[in-house]
T-cell receptor, first 114, second 112 residues
Framework: EAQVTQNPRYLITVTGKKLTVTCSQN?????MSWYRQDPGLGLRQIYY???????DKGDVPEGYKVSRKEKRNFPLILESPSPNQTSLYFC?????????????FGPGTRLTVL | QQQVKQSPQSLIVQKGGISIINCAYE??????FPWYQQFPGKGPALLIA?????SEKKEGRFTISFNKSAKQFSLHIMDSQPGDSATYFC???????????FGQGTRLTINP
């Protein structure tokens, strides 16, 4: 079964405490991306990766880092989280249609930064 | 110019009625317009998509209407059911550009 998994699903942390949200896909896809979802703002792309060791900024990259050392994993790193990073985060990869536009989303990670 | 504007922000429809959600875009380079459906606690899932060479696409009770000259597209849900209650996102993208720009989302509630 094609899957995108994220961990943790829920996280409450404090300002400045480094954290990593993991993302893994079993579809052998080259392209992966991270989005954040906020009320009234929709989904906004944070970072994306077109292949191993190839990453680039999306629309809202400030305060985030990513790495892509292997094809299946694309972790999102918040080195010094702040309250404005409280959000719902989604990892995504292209779905079965073969088009990069048909994003297949993971289940989400709800992050609260106090 | 990269924005996609979606309205309304929330919508309540009676069971059996028609739900209509509208989106507008500015970038004429967009050539792919999907709609995503999201249930609570889940990630968004592709519902239906259209390309600008057609004015309408229908899949079951869901229809996308596309007006290229007005740069607008809309989702129509016929015979709306309580199971359709979800958040809906429109989006726009450019084939091969590996990116989607999403609208602000519409929380749809279908009353029984």
């Amino acid at each position: 079964e094609a899957q995108v998994t994220q961990n943790p699903r829920y996280l409450i942390t404090v300002t400045g405490k480094k954290l990593t949200v993991t993302c893994s896909q079993n579809m052998n896809h080259e392209y992966m991306s991270w989005y954040r979802q906020d009320p009234g703002l929709g989904l906004r792309q944070i970072y994306y990766s077109m292949n191993v060791e190839v990453t680039d900024k999306g629309d809202v990259p400030e305060g985030y880092k990513v790495s892509r050392k292997e094809k299946r994993n694309f972790p999102l790193i918040l080195e010094s989280p702040s309250p404005n990073q409280t959000s719902l985060y989604f990892c995504a990869t292209p779905g079965g249609g073969g088009s990069y536009n048909e994003q297949f989303f993971g289940p989400g990670t709800r992050l609260t930064v106090l | 110019q990269q924005q996609v504007k979606q309205s309304p922000q929330s919508l309540i429809v009676q069971k059996g009625g028609i739900s209509i959600i509208n989106c507008a875009y500015e970038n004429t380079a967009f050539d792919y317009f999907p709609w995503y459906q999201q249930f609570p606690g889940k990630g968004p899932a592709l519902l239906i998509a259209i390309r600008p060479d057609v004015s309408e696409k229908k899949e079951g009770r869901f229809t996308i209407s596309f007006n290229k000259s007005a740069k607008q597209f809309s989702l129509h849900i016929m015979d709306s059911q309580p199971g359709d209650s979800a958040t809906y996102f429109c989006a726009a993208g450019i084939q091969g550009a590996q990116k989607l720009v999403f609208g602000q989302g519409t929380r749809l509630t279908i009353n029984p």
